[in-house]
């Protein structure tokens, strides 16, 4: 699994000329006005994992298979999208079916890229995207809470369950805070999950800003930071234009490109690995002569739900995982090398996962 990221935004903020590069496609068209996006565009790009190259090498893998995540170009939202203006209620149900939200902040001045509200100023950006989904959130729940009394009221125990955790983000958001915080327990996440809140997912704040402030940001994306930091969100600072000229060039010149304004890696790793740590996301690989692939779990995931991420029969009939460090399989010259020195482990339903781990999987079908 990899996780499905949602790219939201102000009109005119950058959203689909980043989705263009993320994607290295034009399947979003990028046009200077409201609403060129009509329709949710949706991107599958590969992981980029140096160590999945090092393992194959070793292994001498015919074919190299790197995890995959889902971007989802969302056409720009405006003041009162909850209530439908612009194409709001069609796009926020979009949202709902993501994972996190990346939410792209215009921090560049650019007099002829218009602004909706004729000014740049991120945090007042943030704002109106932020009201809007818990004005929307605000009216779902508020809609289920006479059903959920009636059937409280007749002994249905997930309904009161339920309506507990409804009350208890309708009380947040009435005070203009998002349902991210409703201090939920692990028997309750579920359901919670089930109410399907767009301000319940994790935020990855993704600041636009111009060539000139692509590596260390600047003003406008140093408040974005702090917001980001008081709230328990990420952010990341990205050049969309830079990006759009990365995407189109062969890939052994992009290294020489990024090299030569200061930069070290494109903007699309940053974004992965600050989504992979909001979404506490870890890669696991498995190598051998035909392929090197890998995989995604979430961190805290035991061995039986890795296996099943292949294949649900390998949970089902999950037995033991042969278990090999990355490093010590990168130290020892792959797995003979790794049994030999003592690495290799045998590891059972309980092992907990580590990022990099080399897994084979024994099961009964």
Request: proline fraction near 4%; charged fraction near 25%; aromatic fraction near 6%.
């Amino acid at each position: 699994m990899g996780f499905k990221c949602g790219i939201v935004g102000l009109p005119n903020v950058g959203k689909s000329t980043l989705f263009n590069a993320l994607t290295q496609t034009a399947a979003a068209q990028a046009a200077n006005y409201p609403f060129c996006t009509i329709e949710p565009n949706v991107g599958d790009v590969a992981v980029p994992d140096p160590r999945l190259n090092a393992l194959a090498e070793v292994a001498g893998s015919q074919q190299i298979i790197p995890t995959r995540l889902t971007f989802v170009d969302i056409a720009g939202l405006v003041r009162g999208a909850s209530k439908g203006e612009g194409l709001g209620n069609q796009f926020l149900a979009n949202i709902r079916e993501c994972d996190a939200i990346a939410h792209v902040v215009r921090c560049f001045e650019d007099s002829d890229i218009t602004h909706v509200d004729g000014k740049v100023d991120p945090l007042a950006d943030v704002e109106t995207i932020e009201t809007e989904l818990m004005l929307a959130d605000l009216e779902s729940l508020e809609k289920r809470v006479t059903n959920l009394e009636k059937r409280a009221r007749g002994g249905d125990r997930e309904a009161r369950e339920t309506l507990d955790l409804v009350n208890r983000a309708l009380a947040l958001l009435r005070e203009g805070r998002p349902a991210r915080l409703v201090e939920v327990k692990p028997e309750e996440e579920r359901l919670f999950r089930q109410l399907g809140l767009l301000t319940a997912l994790p935020v990855l704040y993704v600041c636009n800003v111009d060539e000139a402030s692509a590596k260390d940001g600047n003003e406008f994306s140093a408040k974005v930071f702090a917001r980001a930091a008081a709230e328990g969100a990420r952010a990341v600072v990205v050049s969309a234009a830079i990006e759009s000229e990365i995407a189109v060039l062969p890939e052994e010149e992009q290294a020489e490109y990024l090299a030569a304004i200061g930069l070290d890696e494109p903007g699309l790793n940053r974004v992965i690995r600050a989504g992979y740590d909001l979404l506490g996301l870890i890669t696991y690989f498995t190598v051998g002569p035909k392929e090197a692939r890998a995989w995604t779990v979430t961190r805290g995931a035991r061995a039986p739900k890795a296996a099943g991420v292949i294949h649900s029969d390998f949970e089902k009939g999950f037995i033991r995982a042969e278990t090999i460090a990355y490093d010590d399989y990168i130290t020892f010259r792959g797995e003979a090398g790794a049994r030999e020195a003592g690495k290799l482990r045998l590891e059972g339903k309980d092992y907990v996962v580590a990022d990099g781990d080399v897994l084979h999987f024994r099961f009964n079908t």
